[in-house]
């Protein structure tokens, strides 16, 4: 029975975020309610926030500055609201967002969320603002309701037929620029058991894929049940095991965790999809050093070459750091050789964000912001032209699509493809969710365009 109250929960930030989004909503059904995309309808709003730019946590209050009317117009027809900040942010911040925006009734960081459905309760009957940042004892996944509990409408939340499932949180790595380890803390990795339990409750949901996810994924090294650590690798073939159960990925990696056993299950494990994020942030071996990455170029390289021997049409995928403290033009173009020496399917850059209590906001040698928006500029372009080419390769060729969702034009549905392209298709309803050859016919920059070939 859907509950009769509604909680509203918007995402910002990553793949972690939006796992973590729709826990936080199903936390609540226990207690009578449902999810919504409908702001004006919800007696508890979330925003789920991301500190990891400035841009990231800047949008939280331009957010909040929004929620002010919605919860006015709420409160002229006799509801109340509890708008709850939830997320990076919260961790960060703590209780300076609730002096610097008024709207805020609660503050839950993101290792203490599960406590979300007591804390309503506290800030409806105390009437009080209440910040919980902690990072509690217990264990916040044992804590949270089973995931077979509901399929809860959470607006940015995974595609039915694929879902996220966190195995490890937090980082000990400490990389000079990086807000992570202070606001998600130290690392943990989920045991074993539970994870293939809840893998299993998701695959009764209908879910056909599964990304597990970590800060630094490949470094999961949870409890397993003989009692020993299991590697990201042994988890993946455990789960692999699951009927019902097509596809797998992970993310985020980091280079210096690529163990043997996950780069050989690349190439032994049918069903994990030819496809690594690992990101490198920067070409130069002396920015890497002074961004604590803890490897060089020539490192990076030489593992690549090994990923594609194991598995040769992997398609590559990495983030990249432009204008770090100190990086000169010449180290700049470093970045650039390397990307054009791998060659990457897709990737992710960003401007360097001087992030508060971090080491390199404290550098002097920040570069001016033209300096940084130019060097972006050079690298985008140079990634979408390999972003095109590595699509265009794809023409002609016969490839299964997991299909997902109905695509904006009529009689149109969308899927992914192994490499994680959106491929678009002519096609019935019914094979949502379902893997299906399709011959791609013309790719453009994002995505492909395709027939169906058998069903
Ligand atoms: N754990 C992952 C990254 C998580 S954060 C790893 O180690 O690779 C996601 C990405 O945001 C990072 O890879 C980095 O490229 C970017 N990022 C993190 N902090 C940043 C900052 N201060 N400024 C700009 N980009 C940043
Ligand atoms: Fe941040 Fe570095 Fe940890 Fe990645 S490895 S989350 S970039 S500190
Ligand atoms: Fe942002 Fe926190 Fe994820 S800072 S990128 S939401 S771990």
Known sequence: MPGTKKVFVKTFGCQMNVYDSERIAESLIPFGFSGTDNIDEAEVIVLNTCHIREKAADKVYSELGRLRQVKEDR?????????????????????????????????????????????????????????????????????LPDRSISKVSVKGAARAASAFLTVQEGCDKFCTFCVVPYTRGMEFSRPVDSLVDEARSLISRGVRELTLLGQNVNAYHGAGPDGKDWSLARLIGAIAELDGLERLRYTTSHPNDMGNDLIAAHRDQEKLMPY???????????????????????????????????????????????????ETESEFEETLRLVEEIGFAQAFS????????????????????????????????????ETTRFNAGCVGRVI??????????????VGRSPYLQPVHANGAADLLGRVIPVEISEAGPNSLLGVIRAA
């Open 75 to 143: 409160r002229a027809k006799g509801k109340h609201t509890i708008v709850t900040v939830a997320g990076c942010v919260a961790q960060a911040e703590g209780a300076e967002i609730l002096a610097r925006s008024s709207v805020v009734d609660l503050v839950v960081g993101p290792q203490s969320y599960h406590r979300l459905p007591d804390l309503v309760f506290r800030a409806q009957t105390e009437s009080r603002r209440i910040v919980d940042t902690n990072f509690p004892e217990e264990d916040k996944f044992a804590a």
């Open 276 to 326: 690594l994020h690992l990101p490198f942030q920067a070409g130069s071996d002396r920015i890497l050093a002074a961004m604590n990455r803890k490897h060089t170029v020539d490192q990076y390289r030489r593992l690549i070459a090994r990923i594609r021997a194991a598995r040769p049409d992997i398609a590559l995928s990495t983030d990249i750091i432009v204008g770090f403290p100190g």
């Open 350 to 385: 960003f401007k360097y964000s001087p992030r508060p209590g971090t080491p390199a906001a404290k550098s002097d040698e920040q570069l001016p912001e033209e300096v940084k928006t130019e060097r972006l500029h050079r690298l985008q372009a140079l990634l979408a032209s």
């Open 400 to 413: 299964p699509v997991l299909f997902e969702r109905a695509g904006r034009r009529d009689g149109q549905i």
